[in-house]
């Protein structure tokens, strides 16, 4: 019988999390169960190689809505894969290894890159990051690491406001 583990971590079904490779302080996630693998916003994706290896230049805006605080982002590819939407529409994607730091806790996950402009999040976090970090997600809760900060979010928006 397996013995129950009480080292989890209770997040938000929403959180606000940070990209340290692409120095993104703050993108806000939904946690998603229901979903395998993570996914990141991504426009302009391009492979091309360095040193006999496929890697994947590509741009990341952290805020909705707007190209305020735009990244661009190299890794190398760690995998291709075809990924069935929620909305059932199977879609080939690159997957690149990229910490997520969710609640304290620095995560290496994999990620696909695609266009999440229609949806209601720059970044989806699925179960097999979930499941690494032992976090899991209550489903009535949001932010439960917090928000950030509104002069920050409202100066990415595009508003003339002091940080």
């Known amino acids: 019988m397996r013995q129950p583990v ?5 997040a938000g079904w929403r959180e606000w999390v940070a ?9 806000k996630a939904k946690l998603d169960t229901g979903a395998r693998s993570s996914a990141l916003h991504a426009f302009g994706v391009r492979e091309f190689e360095r040193d006999g290896e496929a890697w994947v230049r590509f741009g990341v805006h952290p805020w909705q809505r707007t190209g305020a605080d735009e990244v661009i982002m190299e890794l190398p590819v760690h995998d291709r894969r075809s990924i069935r939407s929620s909305s059932g529409h199977t879609q080939r994607r690159y997957v690149v290894l990229m910490t997520i730091r969710l609640l304290g806790h620095d995560i290496t996950a994999e990620v696909t ?12 976090i699925g179960r097999q990051a979930l499941r690494q970090g032992s976090i899991v997600v209550d489903s009535g809760a949001s932010f439960l690491g917090g928000r950030a900060p509104k002069p920050v979010r409202r100066r990415n928006r595009g508003r003339d406001v002091e940080a």
């Open 6 to 10: 009480h080292s989890n971590t209770i």
């Open 19 to 27: 990209l340290p490779q692409a120095d993104i302080d703050w993108i």
């Open 113 to 124: 890159l695609t266009n999440r402009d229609e949806m209601g999040f720059r970044m989806l």
